[in-house]
């Protein structure tokens, strides 16, 4: 694990009680798969990172350090496939939301992938996500509402909770995007919906094809949806195969065309 400069074990990595990211969530993250060993897509990641930092107004560290920091941890790590978070906060702060001048806090840590599943079960939450917020499309540490959704899920027997937006559209997951067939048209929440730019989704678009839209809420649904998937970095394409305990077709034929195309990307490591 780095922190701040320096190689660690796990038992002796630690963060301040006063660090901002802690007292009030004021930081940002980035998930990458670890795939043949490598960190997959890391330039998209890193572009990301810096979107979000931006977004919360404060500075990131530059691409070259956060990537010292990766390779020193890969270099420590017998890790082939797993995961590897890059979390940084806004630095030390204040017991309230006020920040502070100091230089922003980096941490990086590898992981194993964890239990794998070849399909997901959906429950759509009665919260909505705003797409005017401040953090709308940023990915920042502040998941308190997503920890609350896959709490509202898991209840319902579900592995992932999906949201709407406050207009009534279809936005998002609680760390995925959302895909959907409807009438032979393969369609996603458009970015104005609120959703996180995901780099799987960015990557499904680009090598299966896809149309952004806005997808009212309630099409959303078993009798409407010919097929369904989610996509993120460590579930890849996941076939859906039930919307609020009703269930669904899976793997669909379009399901299969875009997991095919996207398994054909990570050969090149960094696309």
């Known amino acids: 694990m780095f ?8 038992k002796e990595a630690s963060v301040s009680v006063f660090d901002h990211g802690l ?16 960190p997959f897509a890391m330039r998209r990641h890193l572009e990301r990172l810096q979107r979000s930092a931006a977004g919360l ?16 941890v890969m270099a420590a790590s017998d890790i082939t496939l797993g995961r590897l978070r890059i ?11 006020g920040r502070l001048d100091g230089p922003p806090t980096l941490v990086v840590a590898a992981g194993e992938l964890g239990e794998e599943h070849d399909r997901a079960e959906i429950a759509v939450v009665p919260w909505t996500r ?14 308190a509402e997503n920890a609350l959704a896959l709490a509202y899920a898991a209840e319902r027997g579900a592995d992932e909770a999906i949201f709407g937006n406050t207009a009534g559209m279809l936005c998002e997951g609680t760390g995925s995007n959302v895909f959907l067939v409807s009438q032979g048209r393969l369609i996603t929440p458009t970015l104005s919906s609120g959703c996180l730019a995901g780099v799987t989704r960015a990557l499904v678009l680009e090598r299966h094809g896809g149309e952004e839209i806005d997808v009212p809420l309630e099409v959303f649904a078993p009798d409407t949806v010919d097929e369904a998937f989610l996509t993120s970095t460590l579930r890849g394409v996941q076939p859906i195969s039930a919307i609020d305990g009703q269930p669904l077709e899976w793997p669909g034929p379009v399901t299969k065309q ?3 195309a996207y398994l054909s990307v990570l050969a090149e490591i960094d696309p």
């Open 87 to 97: 979390t940084v906060t806004a630095g030390l702060g204040p017991l309230g939301s």
């Open 23 to 38: 007292v009030v969530g004021d930081g940002v993250f980035e998930t990458l798969l670890v795939f043949e060993g490598k």
């Open 130 to 143: 705003n797409e005017h917020g401040a953090l709308a499309g940023l990915k920042t540490t502040s998941y």
């Open 3 to 10: 922190v701040n400069g320096k190689l660690l074990s796990e």
């Open 258 to 260: 875009a997991a095919g």
């Open 57 to 72: 107004g404060f500075k990131a560290p530059g691409d070259a350090e956060v990537r010292e920091a990766v390779e020193a």
